[in-house]
T-cell receptor
Framework: AQSVTQPDIHITVSEGASLELRCNYS??????LFWYVQSPGQGLQLLLK??????LVQGIKGFEAEFKRSQSSFNLRKPSVHWSDAAEYFC???????????FGAGTRLAVHP | GAVVSQHPSRVICKSGTSVKIECRSL??????MFWYRQFPKQSLMLMAT?????????EQGVEKDKFLINHASLTLSTLTVTSAHPEDSSFYIC?????????FGQGTRLTVV
């Protein structure tokens, strides 16, 4: 079955600290992987995506993610978190076509000053 | 990327009435659009896939007679929640996927009182 697991429902970090949000997927075909961020009451903004090639991908706002096929993981990282990064983060997987995405449950990030 | 506009952003309706949500693809002709539903502090769950000129494809457990989808043109899909009840209160988001990347509307917060 196709699924995305985000083990951490809620994470709190101090401003300036590093961040890693975990994502594991189960997908029968070649996965296309995404990380989205959602601010309260808003739609989703794409942070980064992985289709092929270099397994370390860079995104917007200083985020990066690493694809590890052997671990079926696509963890999101940021070396130094800013207070404005507080939001909900969703990992998603899809195919290489035009079909639906499957989302993880999300991780809510809180940032302490 | 594609620009997706949803209207209204917020709506409050009385129990038993119907409410229509519009999703417009402003710069892309979308033969397919996706409707997601998001309960508070939960992930996005796909409700249905809207197909231009044909019937929508509903996910298991979604009542097609309650959530009417019309995709009459390549730039507009509508979701009508019929005979709304308080349990239908949720955040509804539409999406298009013109290539491997998905783009989302800003969402519609529906509150049924």
């Amino acid at each position: 079955a196709q699924s995305v697991t985000q083990p951490d429902i809620h994470i709190t970090v101090s401003e300036g600290a590093s961040l890693e949000l975990r994502c594991n997927y189960s997908y029968g075909a070649t996965p296309y992987l995404f990380w989205y961020v959602q601010s309260p009451g808003q739609g989703l903004q794409l942070l980064l995506k992985y289709f092929s090639g270099d397994t370390l991908v860079q995104g917007i706002k200083g985020f990066e993610a690493e694809f590890k096929r052997s671990q079926s993981s696509f963890n999101l990282r940021k070396p130094s978190v800013h207070w404005s990064d507080a939001a909900e983060y969703f990992c998603a997987v899809g195919d290489g076509g035009y079909n639906k995405l499957i989302f993880g449950a999300g991780t809510r990030l809180a940032v302490h000053p | 990327g594609a620009v997706v506009s949803q209207h209204p952003s917020r709506v409050i309706c009385k129990s038993g009435t119907s409410v229509k949500i519009e999703c417009r693809s402003l710069d892309f002709q979308a033969t397919t659009m996706f409707w997601y539903r998001q309960f508070p502090k939960q992930s996005l769950m796909l409700m249905a896939t809207s197909n231009e000129g044909s019937k929508a494809t509903y996910e298991q457990g979604v009542e097609k007679d309650k959530f009417l989808i019309n995709h009459a043109s390549l730039t507009l899909s509508t979701l009508t929640v019929t005979s709304a009840h308080p349990e239908d209160s949720s955040f509804y988001i539409c999406s298009v996927r013109p290539n491997t990347e998905a783009f989302f509307g800003q969402g519609t917060r529906l509150t049924v009182v």
